[in-house]
Every structure is written in C-alpha cells, then in structure tokens.
C-alpha cells in the first residue's frame, strides 16, 4: 500500500474489507472512486453514511426499513394472517419481485447453525412466537434448503404447530433446465415431497 499516498491507501483498505473485493478490485475502484467529479464522490459517501445511520428494522417484520414499520406491513391490501418467514431482507426482496405473494413476512436474520454457534435466541424466532400470538392462518416457512435452512425450518414449524395455525414449507424443486442426475440428493428429496397434483 506504500506506493500510494495515505489517503487513497485507507480507501484502498476500506473497499477491500467488503465482500468479494480483493486487492485489485479494491484498487480499482478507489481510483475510480478518486477521478468522479467532486459531486459524484460525496453522494456516494453520504449515500453509505445515510444508509447506515438511518437502519431501522421494521416493528412487525424485522425487515430493513426507513420508518418504524415497513411499506409491506403498512399496507392494508396485504394479508396479514400469512407469514411467510424468510432468513434475509434479500430473500425478501426476491419473493417481492415475483409479485406473487400477497402475504406478510418476517425476516429471521439468519438460520441456527449450532456449528457456527448460531442457537434460536440469534435470530428473530422469538418475536416470530410473539406474532403468532395475534390472528395469524398461515405461517409459510422459505428457509433456504440448507442444512441449517432445513434444521430452522423443522424447529419453526415444532413450536408453531401446538398453536393449531397452519405451517407449510415452500417446495424446493428441480431448477427449470437442470438435468436430474446432477441434482443433489436433499433438492430432489424436497421436489419429491413438494410434488403437486396435475
Ligand atoms: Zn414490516
């Protein structure tokens, strides 16, 4: 980092903490970074500063939001009485852009993984509970098919079912043009078992 002037080293530093940046990459965009217009410079960094200070998680869901409560659960249109339980704001986002769902979430932030030594009082399990204590029908489970996605999922559904609501898990199935004999074991398991009838 010598051959380059304190600044632009600390920058170099900085990007290379993020993920998948490597050295090179982290080099690359601090020059690029350094020969923006000033304008464009400073928006990007009052763009990062404000999304961090203004993080808020939503009261109900847990999602990343701007406000107490997120534009999903503000909206009435929405059926409140399905949850369907994601492990990130991301997974959240993608079930969004399928504009099939017209449920409510609630994001975990993370799955258990004992390994890891992740248990369920790390992730949002016990404000899920909370919820189900309302007038809830449906709690859909979309866990990723993880190990630890699946081990989540079982313990989810354990605590949900003595409260008589109804809990399913999202069918993992075969990804569209993937050849079977290539697909691993707990996929096609979990195709199988999330068959549904023609
Ligand atoms: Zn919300």
């Known amino acids: 980092m010598e051959y380059y002037s304190g600044h632009i080293g600390k920058l170099i530093e900085e990007l290379s903490k993020l993920p998948s940046i490597g ?3 982290a080099t690359r965009l601090a020059f690029s970074i350094i020969q923006m217009p000033p304008e464009q410079a400073h928006a990007l960094a009052d763009s990062i500063t404000a999304a961090r200070d203004n993080l ?3 009261k109900e ?3 990343i939001c701007d406000s107490e409560i997120c534009p999903i659960c503000a909206n009435s249109k929405r059926n409140h009485k399905q949850i369907m339980v994601v492990e990130s704001p991301r997974d959240l986002a993608a079930y969004e852009k399928t504009k099939q769902y017209q449920g409510v979430y609630h ?14 009082s790390d992730i949002k399990l016990k404000e899920l509970m909370v919820r189900l204590q309302g007038d809830v029908d449906e709690v859909i489970i979309a866990t990723n098919a993880s190990h630890e996605g699946e081990a989540t999922a079982m313990l989810i559904s354990k605590y949900v079912k003595p409260s008589g609501i109804k809990v399913s898990r999202i069918a ?3 990804p ?5 004999e290539l ?3 707990m996929t096609l398991k979990r195709a199988l078992d999330g068959r549904t009838e023609l």
Not at 107 to 120: E, M, R, S, W
């Open 183 to 185: 697909i691993d074991e």
């Open 23 to 25: 050295q090179k990459t």
């Open 56 to 58: 808020h998680f939503c």
């Open 176 to 180: 569209v043009g993937s050849e079977i």
């Open 172 to 174: 993992s199935g075969v």
């Open 107 to 120: 994001v975990l932030h993370g799955v258990i993984a004992p390994l890891l030594g992740v248990g369920p």
């Open 61 to 63: 869901c847990f999602n």
